[in-house]
């Protein structure tokens, strides 16, 4: 069966949404250079990244509530680089070169807690 990618713009570039089912989801992450996603987690959401292309900042952390900073550390992701998400982590990416990302996730893609937002999109 033949599908078509759908597109969806974001304020940081644009996610390729290639395949939704109701067990995992495939992306391709897109990343303007200089631009960064939220910093946020997942409630129920899982996700692995593979860096195809680009140089990313990752900041990653357990959520601990008020804490979290404290948790956090930074790795410099190269082509190749895999890494993983699970629940309930705070992530967010930096592209210092304009990347692309491949992403494979549980199907749960609206499962976003945003803490900081470059965008306004943090919810009081």
């Known amino acids: 069966m033949k599908l078509t990618p759908r597109i969806v713009k974001k304020p940081w570039g644009r996610e390729i949404w290639l395949v939704v089912t109701d067990k995992y989801a495939l992306k391709i992450l897109e990343i303007n250079a200089g631009n960064r996603f939220s910093l946020q987690y997942h409630r129920f959401k899982t996700e692995t990244w593979y860096l195809d292309s680009g ?25 190749g680089d895999v890494i993983h998400v699970p629940t309930k982590t705070v992530h967010r990416l930096f592209a210092v070169k ?27």
């Open 55 to 79: 140089k990313i900042k990752a900041t990653y952390g357990k959520y601990t509530g008020k804490n979290f900073r404290k948790t956090l550390k930074e790795y410099i992701m190269k082509p």
């Open 98 to 124: 304009k990347s692309q990302i491949i992403e494979v996730s549980t199907p749960q893609l609206k499962d976003v807690v945003r803490l900081e937002d470059d965008f306004g999109r943090v919810k009081r």
